[in-house]
């Protein structure tokens, strides 16, 4: 069977290393905000590029704090892909604005510039872009949008590590780009974790305050804050994990080049651009018979996952929330599986995959 993802194989190769940097917290003595946070934090703003990185607990917190630090007035509208994992459109919620939807463009499942203007409205104060699946949104047409319209811009990073656009990496287009290193994530802590990079010296000011009880002097609390610190222990998994991102982004792209390769052509593969540095989050395909085809990879020994089968608008915890018909986010939900693609497995696993799906020609090829 090959699985999609052990999260063991993907730690194999930095075991010991991981488990020194945990037992130096622990025998250090000091857990919470210390030098292992501020060391990871100045390591990742330099990977990413940014003036400015603030850990905190996860990639929600990263996502709601810095709403929340843009001070918007209360119940503005946040353009938000309708494709998008729903912790996007919770963190607009919970930071009190209104999610406005904008449909993908089918072919990169990323937030369409095109359909921008569309959803605008007098109280259109912002844009929150995902970064789905590890590939870039046209940050160079959604830039100019937002200057253009004068709304803040926000980029949820949670999936796109490392991947960029014209050489410029994500998360340093907009006021802020919100990371997650859930332990899935292209860089993935061993438990929940996040940050937040800006090269907005006021925003990072805001955001040290707020993850940590509005306070940055011992009981001297300044705003409403909450706690959302990054844990010491994590910061230094992550940092020996930062150290390798690079080489495990390349494993996942010589996969990715397997897959393009190899894959039978009636299958839908995401779109592909010169431009575009992907990092693969996520391997997703579509074919308009997706559960049949799932169901018969799992049959043949392959594991699968979908990314996801419910869109934010049809979620029990959105009515009220949100409403309309979004075809593209129905047809995305409908019809995309997501193949095995993690640092764990390898270039032998790939070729199996393909083989399968190869095996499977005369069942899928008519839709
Ligand atoms: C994982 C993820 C998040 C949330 O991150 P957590 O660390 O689990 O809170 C937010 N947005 C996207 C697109 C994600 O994939």
């Not at 061993?190 to 009981?219: E, H, M, P």
Request: glycine share 8%.
């Amino acid at each position: 069977m090959i699985e999609y993802e052990s999260l063991v194989n993907s730690n194999a190769a930095y075991m010991a290393d991981l488990e020194s940097a945990a037992s130096r917290v622990i025998r250090g003595g000091w857990y919470v905000l210390g030098q292992e946070v501020g060391a990871f934090e100045s390591e990742f703003a330099q990977y990413v590029g940014a003036k400015h990185c603030i850990g905190v607990a996860n990639g929600l917190d990263a996502l709601i704090l810095t709403i929340e630090a843009l001070d918007l007035p209360k119940g503005s509208e946040i353009l938000v892909a309708s494709n998008t994992y729903i912790a996007t459109i919770l963190a607009i919620v919970r930071a009190g604005h209104k999610p406005v939807l904008v449909e993908p463009d089918i072919e990169t499942y990323n937030i369409d510039p095109a359909n921008l203007m569309g959803a605008m409205t007098s109280k259109t104060r912002a844009i929150c872009v995902t970064h789905l699946f590890g590939k870039s949104c046209r940050m160079d047409a959604i830039g100019e949008f937002a200057s253009l319209h004068n709304l803040r811009l926000i980029e949820d990073c949670a999936q796109s590590h490392g991947a960029k656009l014209r050489g410029q990496m994500t998360g340093t287009f907009g006021d802020a780009g919100c990371f997650s290193f859930y332990p899935t994530k292209n860089l993935g802590a061993i438990g929940d974790a996040g940050a937040v990079v800006t090269n907005d010296d006021a925003l990072a000011d805001r955001l040290l305050y707020l993850r940590n009880y509005g306070s940055k002097q011992k009981y001297v609390n300044n705003y409403v804050g909450v706690n959302s610190r990054l844990d010491e222990i994590q910061a230094a998994l992550l940092r020996v994990k930062l150290r390798h991102l690079d080489e495990m982004t390349q494993h996942k792209r010589a996969m990715a080049e397997i897959y393009f390769r190899d894959l039978p052509s009636w299958l839908n593969l995401p779109r592909r651009r010169d431009d575009e540095y992907d990092v693969f989050h996520i391997f997703g395909v579509r074919h308009a018979r997706r559960d049949e085809l799932r169901a018969w990879l799992l049959e043949n020994g392959v594991k699968t996952e979908v990314h996801y089968p419910i869109p934010p608008h049809k979620q029990k915890a959105m009515q009220g929330t949100l409403s309309g018909d979004w075809p593209i986010a129905d047809e995305l939900h409908a019809t995309e599986l997501s193949l095995p693609i993690s640092v764990g497995h390898t270039e032998i696993d790939i070729h199996a995959i393909c083989g399968v799906l190869n095996k499977a020609t005369l069942r899928f090829l008519q839709v």
